[in-house]
């Protein structure tokens, strides 16, 4: 870590951190064990891949919808008691889906197993802004976010077995479980982080505190054409993560390759134990030389694992292209949401995560729709390709207009 830096300040912030990971990690298993099953469970309600790509869209509404009351709750309830309510909305949300008789309560099970993965994933993101001071923000978040990629890819090994062996409702009852478990975990044993050092030393930097709405906080982040580039960013990953990874993948998986849930799983989960190995490296990256030094290649990089799953004509190449997939969203995952931390002004963490999480999680809503749309009215080849064009258009975008922001910058 930087020289200068308060020993116990970071003491504290690992404490935090640590915990964090704990909890993330709990959640992501569960999200990321009903990745291969969710597709397979809607088409059992014999719906169209339009209609699968709602089923995957609506959580993402859910999550859009909640944002910003979260980035409200936060400041006004806690980061702790925020993170504990999103874990057992959830918990309810995930066993409602399980428990579904028809595609419209399956729908609505969704929307509210939606809404607690977003409290959970919104006030986690403030927490590691709060934790985290700019010289080593980047690495923080490359910590955090190297689990959160690690447990949602690894889930759906797991997943994928207990639905061949107990049937698709099983990874929602397991998700149930674990939801539960990440209130307690919250409840228990994350400190509250609000006032925490690391954000009163960038207030003290600048000399005041502002006492500004939360909505007009909201308005000048917006203005902000760095903050708004880095969301953009955010957006398109999720996009087409939810839109190909989440909802076509698997389909193509099963459709083309004629493979099982636990084979589509476990290169799920392959992908992310490798990206394990770049995300610490990648976050020192970021913050030695700057987050646009890894931001644009990464995103450059995802572009391409889209392309290797258009064309894959076997399980190997199937392989590859989701270790360039992991690879990519683990080295670049949590460097957007640092250039956006730094960007914020001093004490606006809650809306600037809050917003910054809105902004990405709407790719989650357009994504499935569009990618689903595509798949049906051409192929699944053209959704994963036009996916690719998406991220190659943003990432050079990002370049050539996104200022730098590491310390020593100007914001």
Not at 41 to 61: N, W
Not at 69 to 90: E, F, K, M, N, Y
Not at 135 to 160: C, E, I, K, N, T
Not at 201 to 214: A, D, H, K, M, W
């Amino acid at each position: 870590m930087p020289s200068g830096t308060d020993p116990d300040e970071l003491r504290r912030a690992r404490a935090v951190l640590i915990w964090m990971c704990v909890l993330i990690c709990v959640n992501q298993l569960g999200f990321g064990g009903i990745v291969p099953a969710m597709p397979l469970y809607a088409d059992t309600f014999g719906v169209t891949s339009t209609a699968i790509g709602a089923a995957v869209a609506i959580y993402g509404l859910a999550r859009v919808v909640i944002a910003m009351p979260t980035g409200q709750c936060s400041d006004r309830l806690g980061r702790r008691p925020t993170l504990a309510i999103g874990g057992l909305v959830s918990a309810l949300g995930n066993l409602w889906c399980a428990e579904a008789d028809s595609f419209t309560t399956f729908m609505v099970a969704r929307f509210v197993a939606g809404a607690g993965a977003g409290l959970v994933l919104t006030a986690g993101q403030i927490v590691i802004a709060d934790i985290s001071a700019p010289p080593y923000r980047a690495r923080m978040m490359a910590v955090y976010q190297g689990v959160f990629l690690f447990s949602v890819g690894l889930g759906p090994f797991p997943g994928g077995w207990l639905a061949d062996h107990y049937g698709l409702a099983a990874p929602f009852y397991a998700y149930t479980v674990m939801a539960v478990v990440v209130g307690l975990l919250a409840w228990f044993f994350v400190p509250e982080t609000r006032g925490f050092k690391a954000a009163d030393r960038e207030l003290q930097t600048s000399g005041s505190r502002p006492s500004v709405p939360f909505m007009t906080q909201i308005r000048l982040l917006g203005s902000n054409l760095g903050f708004t580039l880095a969301a953009l960013v955010s957006f398109v990953n999720a996009f087409t993560r939810t839109g190909g990874l989440f909802a076509l993948v698997p389909l193509y998986g099963a459709a083309v390759l004629a493979l099982n849930t636990t084979e589509i799983g476990f290169v799920m989960a392959f992908g992310s134990v490798a990206g394990m190995l770049v995300v610490y490296p990648a976050g020192a990256i970021a913050d030695r030389h700057g987050r646009k030094f890894v931001i644009v290649p990464m995103t450059f990089l995802t572009a391409v694992a889209y392309v290797l799953f258009s064309y894959a004509p076997t399980y190997a190449w199937f392989v590859a292209a989701g270790l360039a997939w992991g690879v990519a969203a683990a080295a670049s995952g949590s460097t957007p949401a640092a250039y956006a931390a730094d960007r914020a002004p001093p004490g606006m963490n809650a809306a600037a995560m809050s917003l910054f999480r809105m902004l990405g999680d709407m790719g989650y809503v357009v994504g499935p729709l569009m990618l689903g749309f595509i798949a049906d009215l051409t192929s699944t080849n053209s959704a994963f390709l036009f996916g690719a064009l998406m991220l190659a258009a943003t990432g050079l975008l990002f370049g050539m207009l996104a200022p730098e922001s590491r310390p020593g910058h100007d914001r």
